[in-house]
């Protein structure tokens, strides 16, 4: 009976078992339909090298990039397509070779007289083996001939293109995405972007989001239109990995909707939800990430999580719910902001890689500017830099210079006269011009070497100099003591204080245009442009209340007009209005000409530091960012109040009259202290005569007396 009763029992187990959903990769496998998917994992398909140009610099340089095979591959089409461009200097016996694997497989000669061309190099043999391959391209550059001719100038280069790729007839080691690899995954190019989809009808905290997410991946790649916002009628096809991102209760394609509710994206109550999906269709696939929550609200509250570098790289696996906001760093800490901070990570420098990429940092509002600051470095080096031996053997004149630039200023230091180090680290000191920061804030760093490279054609050599930034490097700012020597905005500043950290920045959009996804966008870049992310809202006219932006620094597209909340300022704002147009004449602008014009001043709700800027439009355009304005607004280095751009979209600004009028008011206090000072001294000589007077009148009145 027993055995009969465990014989059920075993067998009711099996049932639940095979009853119960099985978890498996399968469940992330999205089949889709209504969506051409052409992103493809299929190797008879190319696939590209690089998704940026390489530059190689002669006289030699190499690269070296790899492709990994789960299974020996079979067929004759198996190859490398290179497509370079050089310059047009070039003369023989300039080459291009690759090896496979350090073994060397193809060079070909090259010259100036063609210098755009396309290299096939067949993969073969071992080449075509299951594992990790290696693929170095070399590149050497001859530029005149003859005997120790030096032959390192920035006319010698080669450039490998991004239309360069391979084409292997075999299995390609799939790339599972997970949200471990965002951002990486999710930066297209300019060619094959990535969209973030959105719903046709989005509220404002999900185009908010959208928009502060596609600012920071745009960011990530640094060109644009590599990331593009999308509504979800008009996404018809997808070559790249793919976000969507909003309440799903939001979208109403059909289509889109499916892969909602196919994705099963958990909905966890005040949180952000997250999840990878793969999008099958046949033979083609790609990655999707949904970015959800239950409440529009939710989501806008904790985007930080994905535009903040300090949250995302601690992303991980394919779904992830989190309900908790992560307190923010502050980046700077009195006046100190280090390297890894500006994005930088541990950076070398040596012979073949003489210049770092470019960083941004946003310095904060209580940095004063016009003053010198600090960078503190910490450096390793290659002992050969300053070895007796390489002095002895090379020109004394040869120096070895580590050239820091700071908004385009460049900084010395000399990496001969380095002394001291405390376990092979360099301490310097670099003091930075104090015309570096700008009023903008923004600090553009970049680090470039030279004489690390033997530039002695006379003398072949392996040695390779180097040297080693540390990440914890850190610039140190001065920071403003008394918050009355802030000084008013004006466009020089911008997109500050729009970027600061320690407020909030609202956008308000107008009543009655519509503002395009695309105009949007470009402002959202030009705010989210350095590391640290300003808390940005996003709200409609009819939305925005005083208390809303009482505290905040805001951009009101449109004018009064437009946006009931000016127009019940209208007296304190700097641009008066006459009906529906604006008064320009008054900033000494022709009002006729006008067609897209902007403003900044104190915000009039805020007893603060807080401003405001003002987009507003006339005339025939229905644009408020036509013609590339912002773009003249964001470049703009003039102390200016208001910019106008005319029908012929010339860009005037009202700094003259700024100028003039602060002249006036600095003429006017100092006339008034000269009167102060005036008064005073005919006081103080009336009283002298009257004291002399009184003197003389005691004396004469002594000698009467005394005749008496």
Same mark, same amino acid.
């Given at each position: 009976?027993?055995?009969?009763?465990?014989?059920?029992?075993?067998?009711?187990?099996?049932?639940?078992?095979?009853?119960?959903?099985?978890?498996?990769?399968?469940?992330?496998?999205?089949?889709?339909? *209504? !969506?051409? %998917?052409?992103?493809?994992?299929?190797? @008879?398909?190319?696939?590209?090298?690089? &998704? /940026?140009?390489?530059? #190689? +610099?002669?006289?030699?340089?190499?690269?070296?990039?790899?492709?990994?095979?789960?299974?020996?591959?079979?067929?004759?089409?198996?190859?490398?397509?290179?497509?370079?461009?050089?310059?047009?200097?070039?003369?023989?016996?300039?080459?291009?070779?690759?090896?496979?694997?350090?073994?060397?497989?193809?060079?070909?000669?090259?010259?100036?007289?063609?210098?755009?061309?396309?290299?096939?190099?067949?993969?073969?043999?071992?080449?075509?083996?299951e594992?990790?391959?290696?693929v170095?391209?070399?590149?050497?550059?001859?530029?005149?001939? *003859? !005997?120790? %001719?030096?032959?390192?100038?920035?006319? @010698?280069?080669?450039?490998?293109?991004? &239309? /360069?790729?391979?084409? #292997? +007839?075999?299995?390609?080691?799939?790339?599972?995405?997970?949200?471990?690899?965002?951002?990486?995954?999710?930066?297209?190019?300019?060619?094959q972007?990535?969209?973030?989809?959105?719903?046709d009808?989005?509220?404002t905290?999900?185009?908010?989001?959208a928009?502060?997410?596609?600012?920071?991946?745009?960011?990530?790649?640094?060109?644009?239109?590599?990331?593009?916002?999308?509504?979800?009628?008009?996404?018809?096809?997808?070559?790249?990995n793919?976000?969507?991102?909003?309440?799903?209760?939001?979208?109403?394609?059909?289509?889109?909707?499916?892969?909602?509710?196919?994705?099963?994206?958990?909905?966890?109550?005040?949180?952000?939800?997250?999840?990878?999906?793969?999008?099958?269709?046949?033979?083609?696939?790609?990655?999707?990430?949904?970015?959800?929550?239950?409440k529009?609200?939710?989501?806008?509250?904790?985007?930080?999580?994905?535009?903040?570098?300090?949250?995302?790289?601690?992303?991980?696996?394919?779904?992830?719910?989190?309900?908790?906001?992560?307190?923010?760093l502050?980046?700077?800490?009195?006046?100190?902001?280090?390297?890894?901070?500006?994005?930088?990570?541990?950076?070398?420098?040596?012979?073949?890689?003489?210049?770092?990429?470019?960083?941004?940092?946003?310095?904060?509002?209580?940095?004063?500017?016009?003053?010198?600051?600090?960078?503190?470095?910490?450096?390793?080096?290659?002992?050969?830099?300053?070895?007796?031996?390489?002095?002895?053997?090379?020109?004394?004149?040869?120096?070895?210079?580590?050239?820091?630039?700071?908004?385009?200023?460049?900084?010395?230091?000399?990496?001969?006269?380095?002394?001291?180090?405390?376990?092979?680290?360099?301490?310097?000191?670099?003091?930075i011009?104090?015309?570096?920061?700008?009023?903008?804030r923004?600090?553009?760093?970049?680090?470039?070497?030279?004489?690390?490279?033997?530039?002695?054609?006379?003398?072949?050599?392996?040695?390779?100099?180097?040297?080693?930034?540390?990440?914890?490097?850190?610039?140190?700012?001065p920071?403003?003591?008394?918050?009355?020597?802030?000084?008013?905005?004006?466009?020089?500043?911008?997109?500050?204080?729009?970027?600061?950290?320690?407020?909030?920045?609202?956008?308000?959009?107008?009543?009655?245009?519509?503002?395009?996804?695309?105009?949007?966008?470009?402002?959202?870049?030009?705010?989210?442009?350095?590391?640290?992310?300003?808390?940005?809202?996003?709200?409609?006219?009819?939305?925005?209340?005083?208390?809303?932006?009482?505290?905040?620094?805001?951009?009101?597209?449109?004018?009064?007009?437009?946006?009931?909340?000016?127009?019940?300022?209208a007296?304190?704002?700097?641009?008066?209005?006459?009906?529906n147009k604006?008064?320009?004449?008054?900033?000494?602008?022709?009002?006729?000409?006008?067609?897209?014009?902007?403003?900044?001043?104190?915000?009039?709700?805020?007893?603060?530091?807080?401003?405001?800027?003002?987009?507003?439009?006339?005339?025939?355009?229905?644009?408020?960012?036509?013609?590339?304005?912002?773009?003249?607004?964001?470049?703009?280095?003039?102390?200016?109040?208001?910019?106008?751009?005319?029908?012929?979209k010339?860009?005037?600004?009202?700094?003259?009259?700024?100028?003039?009028?602060?002249?006036?008011?600095?003429?006017?206090?100092?006339?008034?202290?000269?009167?102060?000072?005036?008064?005073?001294?005919?006081?103080?000589?009336?009283?002298?005569?009257?004291?002399?007077?009184?003197?003389i009148?005691?004396?004469?009145?002594?000698?009467y007396?005394?005749?008496?």
């Open positions: 009976m027993k055995q009969y009763q465990l014989l059920i029992a075993s067998l009711l187990c099996m049932i639940i078992v095979a009853l119960a959903p099985i978890k498996s990769e399968a469940n992330t496998i999205i089949s889709v339909d *209504g !969506i051409k %998917v052409n992103n493809t994992k299929d190797t @008879n398909q190319t696939q590209p090298i690089t &998704n /940026s140009p390489i530059t #190689l +610099n002669g006289p030699a340089g190499e690269v070296t990039f790899y492709y990994e095979l789960v299974a020996d591959a079979k067929g004759q089409e198996s190859k490398i397509v290179l497509n370079t461009e050089n310059s047009e200097l070039l003369i023989a016996p300039s080459s291009l070779s690759v090896s496979i694997d350090n073994k060397m497989v193809k060079s070909i000669a090259i010259n100036g007289d063609k210098p755009v061309r396309e290299m096939t190099v067949p993969i073969k043999g071992d080449a075509l083996k594992g990790v391959h290696a170095t391209v070399k590149y050497y550059g001859v530029l005149k001939e *003859g !005997i120790c %001719v030096k032959q390192g100038t920035s006319a @010698n280069w080669l450039t490998l293109n991004i &239309n /360069s790729y391979y084409q #292997l +007839n075999g299995l390609v080691k799939k790339s599972d995405v997970s949200l471990g690899e965002y951002p990486t995954k999710f930066v297209g190019t300019e060619e972007p990535v969209y973030i989809v959105i719903p009808k989005a509220s905290s999900s185009l908010n989001s928009l502060q997410m596609t600012s920071f991946l745009t960011n990530q790649s640094g060109r644009k239109n590599t990331v593009q916002i999308i509504r979800e009628s008009k996404i018809k096809e997808l070559n790249q793919v976000v969507f991102i909003g309440v799903p209760s939001e979208f109403s394609n059909s289509n889109i909707k499916k892969l909602w509710q196919d994705a099963n994206v958990k909905q966890i109550a005040n949180a952000l939800n997250l999840s990878i999906r793969t999008l099958k269709q046949g033979q083609k696939e790609t990655s999707a990430m949904f970015v959800t929550a239950n529009a609200a939710d989501l806008e509250d904790r985007m930080a999580i994905l535009t903040n570098p300090q949250f995302s790289k601690q992303l991980s696996g394919l779904d992830l719910s989190i309900k908790d906001i992560p307190k923010q502050k980046l700077t800490q009195n006046g100190s902001v280090t390297l890894e901070q500006f994005g930088a990570e541990n950076i070398t420098l040596d012979s073949q890689s003489t210049n770092s990429a470019h960083y941004y940092y946003y310095v904060s509002a209580d940095t004063q500017l016009n003053k010198a600051f600090t960078l503190n470095l910490k450096l390793k080096k290659s002992e050969s830099i300053t070895s007796i031996k390489e002095q002895t053997e090379l020109d004394t004149s040869t120096n070895m210079e580590l050239i820091v630039n700071v908004n385009n200023i460049p900084h010395s230091v000399n990496l001969r006269t380095l002394a001291d180090s405390k376990d092979g680290i360099y301490n310097v000191s670099v003091p011009d104090a015309k570096a920061i700008r009023d903008n923004l600090i553009d760093l970049q680090f470039q070497t030279t004489g690390l490279g033997v530039n002695n054609p006379c003398k072949e050599t392996d040695e390779k100099r180097w040297i080693y930034i540390d990440k914890d490097s850190s610039f140190t700012f920071i403003i003591q008394n918050t009355n020597e802030q000084k008013g905005i004006t466009f020089a500043a911008f997109p500050y204080p729009f970027v600061s950290t320690e407020g909030m920045t609202v956008v308000v959009l107008p009543k009655k245009t519509d503002v395009s996804d695309e105009q949007l966008l470009k402002l959202y870049s030009a705010i989210l442009q350095g590391v640290q992310q300003p808390t940005i809202q996003l709200k409609t006219a009819e939305q925005v209340t005083a208390n809303d932006v009482e505290k905040a620094n805001v951009i009101f597209i449109g004018g009064p007009n437009e946006q009931p909340l000016l127009q019940k300022k007296t304190d704002l700097i641009v008066s209005y006459n009906g604006a008064v320009l004449s008054d900033e000494g602008f022709v009002s006729e000409t006008a067609q897209q014009f902007s403003w900044i001043q104190n915000n009039p709700w805020s007893k603060g530091n807080n401003s405001i800027l003002v987009i507003d439009h006339q005339g025939s355009t229905l644009d408020y960012m036509k013609n590339n304005f912002l773009e003249e607004i964001i470049n703009s280095d003039e102390l200016a109040t208001v910019v106008v751009q005319s029908s012929d010339q860009f005037f600004t009202n700094a003259e009259y700024v100028k003039t009028n602060k002249q006036l008011s600095i003429d006017s206090k100092n006339g008034k202290s000269n009167n102060s000072i005036s008064k005073w001294w005919i006081v103080g000589f009336a009283g002298l005569l009257l004291l002399i007077g009184l003197l009148f005691r004396v004469k009145r002594r000698k007396k005394k005749l008496r």
